[in-house]
């Protein structure tokens, strides 16, 4: 993962958003580019909302200032690597075979596995550019919740 950024787009309307995610549209490669992330519920629309508190306003900061120092090259662990490995081929198992359309999406949810270990390692403060299995886990957890629920969603 060579000098990552983070990239916003925000402002579709989940009309569209399902438009665009139909169950066919897996292995075009438009999830594998987005990390898409939706409030639980409806946020009250004020028209003067009350001004952040500067502690919450600082946090971003810090937030946002950490990613922004993020320069280099990542790398995986060997222990992450023997999990992945694991992982990769239990969830090729899963899919049913080895034919394109499985390969199609098992690149795409594995492109998620590294993309979210790798928030999740600047989002915790690990010290280092080196990926441990303890943002693995985590990140396999939610692909494979994520695929759980488009399958539920396709039949």
Same mark, same amino acid.
């Given at each position: ?9 925000? &402002?579709?309307?989940?009309? =569209?958003?399902? &438009?665009? $995610? ?52 990542? &790398?995986?662990?060997?222990? #992450?690597? !023997?999990?992945?490995?694991? =992982? #990769? ?5 899963? $899919?049913?075979? %080895? ?9 795409? #949810? ?7 270990? $790798? ?9 280092? #550019?080196?990926?441990?299995? !303890? ?11 994520? =695929? ?6 396709? %039949?």
């Amino acid at each position: 993962l060579k000098n990552p950024f983070l990239n916003i787009a925000s &402002g579709c309307v989940p009309q =569209w958003v399902s &438009g665009v $995610l139909s169950p066919k549209s897996g292995p075009t490669g438009f999830l594998q580019r987005h990390l898409i992330v939706s409030p639980l519920d409806k946020p009250n629309l004020d028209p003067c909302p009350t001004p952040l508190a500067d502690s919450l306003i600082q946090d971003l900061h810090n937030d946002l200032n950490r990613i922004r120092m993020v320069k280099g090259e990542f &790398g995986l662990s060997q222990s #992450y690597r !023997e999990e992945y490995t694991v =992982w #990769y081929e239990k969830f090729l198992s899963s $899919l049913g075979g %080895k034919d394109d359309s499985a390969y199609s999406i098992l690149t795409r #949810y594995a492109d998620y596995v590294l993309k979210l270990s $790798l928030i999740d390692h600047i989002a915790s403060e690990n010290i280092g #550019y080196e990926l441990g299995p !303890e943002v693995l886990r985590p990140a396999c957890t939610v692909v494979e919740d994520a =695929w759980s629920g488009i399958k539920a969603c396709q %039949k």
